[in-house]
């Protein structure tokens, strides 16, 4: 099956910010979701040009609908989002999804796509400024190198981007998994430089905490959808209450684990690559210190016979230093393992309360 895993998109256009007096939606009430949470970063939240990420309703949908019909197992749906920036607050109103298209569609135009889109979106009159992108997640693996260049290519043309990362696995569960990401400044100026060697990513003082930052998501509704869902949920069937207390383990738990073994066993197979660099690079340090020693010896003996000493040569020619591994891939794989961490503790600490609350109502009734 091919995947877009792989799939790099990047900004059509710049994106301008709007202001206080333009108009806006209809007046509206705010809910936060569970993937509001705090910036994380050095340097990077306080930083940011975005401290908080507004979210219509009808955009959200509109997202899991992608998702349900086209997205199928592994397979990655994206999209585009459209919106506004007041002052520190990004607002997206609008969206669209990135047709799903292989390697052999060479006539494909990716921008001309975007063009016609926000050009016919602009014709009748809906937000068509560019502020980021959307991406689905197969249990939360998302921290990619493909991600992190697009996000680089969207943060530098437009600053205020984000990243939308919806999970459709965790959504199935009850709660809705969507959250908003950014690379950090630091991160930001070492993909400028383009340069991922072991010197450049110690002195810029990254690691795989402080790659991308989340910003909180505020959901947006009016008044008349807030009234809706509350008579929808009146009217709604009751769920199984004694389904929240089953004891049985999901399949998820083992899922998540067998991702995370995987990860780690590409983490060991780069840190075997860097041990060899190191090693060579050791080595090839101690012949270059044999062979100044013995040409030192040589010109010594050949002075003591008033012969003139022998030409001096470029060691960097004779010894060629090993490329070192590119570091950054170690980073988004260590990233990835943190977030499949995240996952696994999040399960198993629902799970593990339900086993102890079990374990005390059968001590109890003993």
Not at 46 to 63: E, H, R, T
Not at 188 to 217: H, Q, R
Request: glycine residues 6%.
């Amino acid at each position: 099956m091919y995947s877009r895993h792989a799939q790099r998109i990047t900004p059509g256009n710049k994106m301008a910010s709007r202001k206080e007096g333009s108009g806006s939606a209809a007046t509206s009430s705010s809910s936060t979701t569970g993937a509001a949470g705090k910036g994380k970063g050095k340097g990077g939240s306080g930083d940011s040009a975005v401290k908080q990420v507004q979210i219509d309703g009808l955009v959200v949908l509109k997202i899991i609908k992608h998702y349900q019909e086209e997205g199928q197992g592994t397979e990655v749906v994206q999209g585009v989002l459209l919106g506004l920036v007041v002052e520190d607050r990004l607002e997206i109103t609008n969206c669209f999804p990135f047709p799903q298209h292989t390697e052999d569609d060479a006539d494909f135009d990716e921008v001309q796509y975007q063009m016609e889109m926000m050009r016919s979106l602009r014709h009748v009159n809906i937000d068509h400024l560019h502020v980021g992108w959307y991406q689905s997640t197969y249990y939360g693996s998302f921290v990619t190198r493909a991600l992190l260049d697009s996000q680089f290519s969207y943060q530098h043309a437009i600053e205020e981007s984000v990243v939308l990362i919806y999970d459709p696995i965790k959504t199935a569960q009850g709660s809705l998994s969507l959250k908003a990401y950014r690379l950090t400044p630091k991160l930001m100026e070492v993909c400028k430089e383009k340069d991922f060697s072991p010197e450049a990513l110690k002195k810029a003082n990254i690691t795989f905490e402080y790659m991308f930052e989340e910003v909180p998501i505020v959901i947006k509704n009016s008044h008349l959808i807030n009234v809706l869902m509350w008579e929808l949920e009146k009217k709604s069937a009751v769920a199984d209450k004694h389904e929240l207390l089953s004891l049985a383990s999901s399949n998820h738990l083992g899922k998540n684990l067998q991702l995370l073994m995987d990860r780690v066993d590409e983490m060991s197979q780069d840190i075997v690559k860097y041990n060899t660099y190191m090693r060579n690079t050791s080595k090839q340090q101690q012949q270059k210190h044999q062979y100044q020693q013995r040409r030192q010896q040589e010109n010594m003996q050949r002075q003591s016979r008033g012969e003139p000493p022998l030409p001096e040569e470029d060691l960097s020619k004779l010894f060629k230093p090993p490329q070192p591994p590119a570091r950054m891939d170690s980073l988004l794989i260590a990233g990835q393992i943190n977030t499949y961490c995240q996952n696994i503790k999040e399960f198993t600490a629902q799970n593990l309360g339900k086993l102890f609350m079990a374990q005390a109502l059968q001590e109890y009734n003993n």
